[in-house]
């Protein structure tokens, strides 16, 4: 650190993303729940005829086509609908615009909420999850803080019914609910149709899973036309130029491509349930199965042992060295050969066990 950091940044605890290798490796990698298929053969067009002089101008600071074409096709207005460069940014903007004190989530969740309470340096408000790893609503009825709630939740995969999410939102009609779909696509239930009813209800997704564009950067996330211009004033103040030519082709492209999407979310629905059933007949156990990874007790060795024995076959998963967290492991749905290799490991590793 040099003498030069602000005293308040040194403090902050940043997020670790999963190991990412680069280069040709033989790694099979399923830690970062990236999709197994490419995008749409829609953006690789798009790339293979793109006039490089584009890249002269600035990109459209409103992306505009992208936004249009992104609230039609979830039924919204281009009013209510935000895009970011990938949600972690407008997760960001969100809680700069509405969490000046405060935000409440689960202990187990996705970790860059906590990172965002330190980088706005206000205080965390964590709710236990159940004994069963579920959300209980009923826990989260005296928060005054606004309330982010990944659904499914990772690393857990487990939904929450919109029913509860409805709970939520009547518990306190002041206070905001943040729903971030990343992992909805691959069996959950949107929140999107409750913002008809509700205004203090913001529904944030990402591309980087369903739409397989991680590495493109695009988030979004759909509320009241106040609250998106809010979002906006501080995106403004920030960082205008927020999503880059390409990302905005080519996204659009992809929402334009609705059955390829449709059939790749299904045929990573179908690998996960194949892979689900082998697991189970392993003697493993798992808790929800609503996302694009499986979060995988292995029962007769320790999650970190499993862990590393499969490092040392060359498949990489990931693993939480946090309470109520170290029996498992999060695996993320691979192609199907992957997932073959991945299942002959485990069942090599369980039967030499500890
Ligand atoms: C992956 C993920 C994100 C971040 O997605 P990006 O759009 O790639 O920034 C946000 N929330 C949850 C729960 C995620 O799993």
Known sequence: ????????????????????????????????????????PKVEKILKDFNTDTLRRYNDPTAKKLIDTLSSSYGMTSDRTFVGNGSDEVLA????????????????????YSVLCGLNNIKQDII?????????????????????????NAPTGISLPLEKIEELLLQNTDRLVIVDEAYVDFGGVSSVSLLSKYDNLIVVGTF??????????LGYAFSSKEIIADINCVKFAFHPYNVNTLTQLIATAAVEDDQYFKNSCKDVMDI????????????CSMLGTDANFL???PVSVSGEGYYKDLRDKNIIVRYFDKDRLRDF???????????????????????KGE
């Not at 040099?2 to 993303?17: D, G, I, K, T, W």
């Not at 194949?274 to 007949?281: C, G, Q, T």
């Not at 492991?329 to 590793?349: Q, S």
């Open 295 to 297: 979060f995988v007790n």
């Open 1 to 40: 650190m040099s003498r030069f950091f602000s005293e308040r940044m040194a403090n902050v605890v940043p997020y670790v993303p999963g190991e990412q290798p680069q280069g040709i490796t033989n790694l099979i990698k399923l830690n970062t729940n990236e999709n197994p298929f490419p995008p749409s």
């Open 93 to 112: 903007l969100i809680f700069q615009a509405f969490c000046p004190s405060g935000a409440t989530f689960a202990d187990i969740t996705y970790g860059f």
């Open 272 to 283: 996960r349930k194949d892979a689900e059933n082998r697991l189970l007949a392993l003697g």
């Open 329 to 351: 492991v999060r695996v993320t749905i691979g192609t199907k050969l992957e997932m073959d290799a991945f299942i002959t490991a485990t069942e090599e590793i369980l039967n």
């Open 208 to 217: 980087s899973k369903s739409r397989s564009l991680a590495g493109a950067r």
């Open 128 to 152: 236990p999850l159940a004994e069963d790893y579920s959300i209980n609503v009923a826990d989260y009825k005296d928060s005054n803080y606004p309330v982010f709630i990944a659904n499914p």
